[in-house]
Nanobody, 123 residues
Framework: QVQLVESGGGLVQAGGSLRLSCAASGRTFSIYAMGWFRQTPGKEREFVAAISGSGVRTYYSDSVKGRFTISRDSAKNTVYLQMNNLKFEDTAVYYC????????????????WGQGTQVTVSS
């Protein structure tokens, strides 16, 4: 496993932007595929975006494609989620996740999780 610490959540008006950060521990960050998921009370954890260990391949849910961008910085052992044109429906706790192997859109494939960071979008 790898330890993950998320930051960057907050309150923003609809149409605004936020950038979430997920800092990973260890010296083997590049071998982990990374993902972002979100969850609201009473709902299943939802896939948002994922990125391969190399950073070459990225994946997005239909609901965020074109608005969100996932990226990673190997020098900082950090993965980012740039969220633009935020909508009220984006309000959720956002979780960073890591897995050994290829990127996945399924939460059950990820073995390491951050603590979550709250994103609240006001309408």
């Amino acid at each position: 496993q790898v330890q993950l610490v998320e930051s960057g959540g907050g309150l923003v008006q609809a149409g605004g932007s936020l950038r979430l950060s997920c800092a990973a521990s260890g010296r083997t960050f590049s071998i982990y595929a990374m993902g972002w998921f979100r969850q609201t009370p009473g709902k299943e954890r939802e896939f948002v975006a994922a990125i391969s260990g190399s950073g070459v391949r990225t994946y997005y849910s239909d609901s965020v494609k074109g608005r969100f961008t996932i990226s990673r910085d190997s020098a900082k052992n950090t993965v980012y989620l740039q969220m633009n044109n935020l909508k009220f429906e984006d309000t959720a706790v956002y979780y960073c996740a890591a897995r050994l192997g290829i990127a996945s859109t399924s939460a059950r494939d990820f073995g390491s999780w951050g603590q979550g960071t709250q994103v609240t979008v006001s309408s």
